[in-house]
Nanobody, 125 residues
Framework: QVQLVESGGGLVQAGGSLRLSCAASGRTFSSYAMAWFRQAPGKEREFVVRISRSGGTSYYADSVKGRFTISRDNAKNTVYLQMNSLKPEDTAVYYC??????????????????WGQGTQVTVSS
C-alpha cells in the first residue's frame, strides 16, 4: 500500500509560479514511477507529466512543456512539480499518482496504481 499526499496548491495570478509537492509513504519510493495529472471542472482528468523511477527521464504534455518541471528526491520520498508562467487554463485540481508496473511514456490514468487526494491550483487572469 502507498499513501500519497499533495501540498503546495493555492491561488496565483497569471504569470506566477507555484511548486507542488507529493510525499509518499508505504513502499520503496524509488521502485515506482510518478506522475502528475490534473482535472478542471467539467473536464476529464488529464496527464501533465511523468518521471521515471530514477528521475532520469520525464515526459511532458505539450500544454505544459517549457513551463512545468517535474523532479523527485528519492531520499525524501517526494516528487515535485515546479509550475512557472501559469495561465488561467492551468486551473485545476492536481493529483500525483504512482505507477509500479510500467516503464516509458504512460499517460493513461488507468495505468496508475495509487493516487493522492489532490490539491487545488487556481490561476487568476
Amino acid at each position: 500500500q502507498v499513501q500519497l499526499v499533495e501540498s503546495g496548491g493555492g491561488l496565483v495570478q497569471a504569470g506566477g509560479s507555484l511548486r507542488l509537492s507529493c510525499a509518499a509513504s508505504g513502499r520503496t519510493f524509488s521502485s515506482y514511477a510518478m506522475a502528475w495529472f490534473r482535472q478542471a471542472p467539467g473536464k476529464e482528468r488529464e496527464f501533465v507529466v511523468r518521471i521515471s523511477r530514477s528521475g532520469g527521464t520525464s515526459y511532458y504534455a505539450d500544454s505544459v512543456k517549457g513551463r512545468f518541471t517535474i523532479s523527485r528526491d528519492n531520499a525524501k520520498n517526494t516528487v515535485y512539480l515546479q509550475m512557472n508562467s501559469l495561465k488561467p487554463e492551468d486551473t485545476a485540481v492536481y493529483y500525483c499518482a504512482a505507477d509500479f508496473r510500467g516503464v516509458g511514456y504512460r499517460r493513461d490514468s488507468g495505468l496508475y496504481d495509487y493516487w493522492g487526494q489532490g490539491t487545488q491550483v487556481t490561476v487568476s487572469s
